[in-house]
């Protein structure tokens, strides 16, 4: 590949990155932001399939995020672009306490309690997936619901905004341009005006 490193980072250095970026997590919501206010589609669906993305996101599923917000926002009409990056809001950094939440509602509603282990390893959790993924998926369905209502209601008026200011500057754009036109159409039939005229007094 043309823009792929020549020396691989170490693992501990990848693994850093993908934890604690270089550019921190505010320039990455950022970008996130930005490519949400500019896609083309309503407000509603836009920030409706971002729900689907953040309510996905408290879901067990690790590696279907992706598929599922999208099949999700498909059902109900959202826009599936806005649902993958929905999915962002889980991440390295906030899934420690998306999970601790979903698990302790989970644990508390199916009356399942699991010790946590002493040297965690994928063979304990192999072990006890059963134990953990049913009431990390119940326990995640009300916070769920909940950050995915806030971030719709935060996401519309943004995107809303963005679109309407995005309209009056293309409005002035383009009466601008028509203006422009205008005055040069005028100058054109003012120097062929004037150049009839001479050739007249010439012609006298």
């Known amino acids: 590949m043309i823009f792929k490193r020549r020396d691989k980072a170490p693992v501990l250095v990848r693994l850093r990155e993908l934890l604690v970026p270089r550019k921190g997590w505010r320039r990455g919501y950022l970008y996130i932001g930005k490519r949400m206010q ?3 589609d309503t407000p509603h669906r836009i920030a409706l399939g971002f729900a689907c993305g953040v309510f996905v996101s408290f879901t067990p599923f690790f ?8 099949a999700l926002a498909w059902l109900l009409g959202g826009n599936i672009l806005a649902s993958a990056l929905g999915t962002f809001v889980g991440n390295p950094a906030t899934f420690p306490f998306i999970a601790g939440a ?10 399942v309690h699991v010790p946590p282990p002493q040297d965690f390893s994928l063979g304990w ?3 006890n997936l059963e134990s953990i993924l049913v009431p990390y998926l119940l326990g995640g369905l009300g916070p769920g619901l909940i950050c995915a209502w806030g971030f719709y209601a935060l996401v519309r ?3 809303a905004a963005y679109q309407s200011r995005r309209r009056e500057r293309l409005m002035a754009a383009a009466r601008r341009r028509v203006h422009e036109h205008a005055n040069r159409l005028r100058a054109r039939k003012a120097r062929r005006r004037d150049g009839d005229g001479k050739a007249a007094d010439d012609a006298a």
Do not use: N
């Open 157 to 159: 008026p943004i995107v």
């Open 102 to 111: 979903a698990l302790y509602i989970g644990f508390h509603l199916t009356g």
């Open 63 to 70: 590696g279907l995020h992706f598929v599922l917000a999208a």
């Open 38 to 40: 500019r896609l083309p």
């Open 125 to 127: 959790l192999w072990a």
